[in-house]
């Protein structure tokens, strides 16, 4: 609207001070889809991220729905993009999870962590991590 606020310029504008200034952020976990290409924003953000020379981990997710030439297909894909090293993850491979967990420990330490009201200690935070990323 004439005059009204770009949203989507305050959105980046948000999130580039975020990313920029904050002394919290330990990784970024960038997922994506593996069943598609990456979007022209999805190549944006990960430009970005790059730039920006943040920490951050590329997980391709749902992969069990990959036959295993879409499979090699997806890693030369990640890798003509200059993805370092990324994880292949299924809801269905508790390895794959686990590995996923065990990126994410490396970055946080133990805590406790209030969630409506409720304390959770880290495995419970972890786990509930886990179940956003199985059903995102």
């Known amino acids: 609207a004439k005059g009204g606020v770009d949203l989507d310029k305050l959105f980046k504008e948000l999130m580039d001070d975020y990313f920029?200034?904050?002394?919290?952020?330990?990784?970024?976990?960038?997922?994506?889809?593996?069943?598609?290409?990456?979007?022209?924003?999805?190549?944006?953000?990960?430009?970005?991220?790059k730039k920006k020379n943040l920490p951050y981990k590329v997980v391709f997710t749902k992969v069990d729905?990959?036959?295993?030439?879409?499979?090699?297909?997806?890693?030369?894909?990640?890798?003509?993009?200059?993805?370092?090293?990324?994880?292949?993850v299924s809801n269905k491979s508790n390895k794959s999870l686990s590995i996923l967990r065990k990126v994410i420990e490396s970055y946080i330490k133990p805590i406790f962590v209030i969630i409506n009201s409720f304390l959770i200690n880290y495995n419970s935070m972890i786990n509930l991590l886990s179940l956003i990323i199985i059903y995102r």
Not at 30 to 43: C, K, V, W
Not at 71 to 82: C, F, H, M, V
């Open 20 to 49: 920029t200034n904050s002394t919290s952020l330990k990784i970024v976990i960038f997922l994506l889809n593996s069943e598609r290409s990456l979007s022209e924003a999805d190549e944006e953000f990960l430009n970005y991220l």
């Open 65 to 88: 729905k990959l036959n295993q030439r879409e499979t090699s297909a997806l890693i030369k894909y990640a890798k003509s993009l200059e993805i370092d090293e990324p994880l292949l």
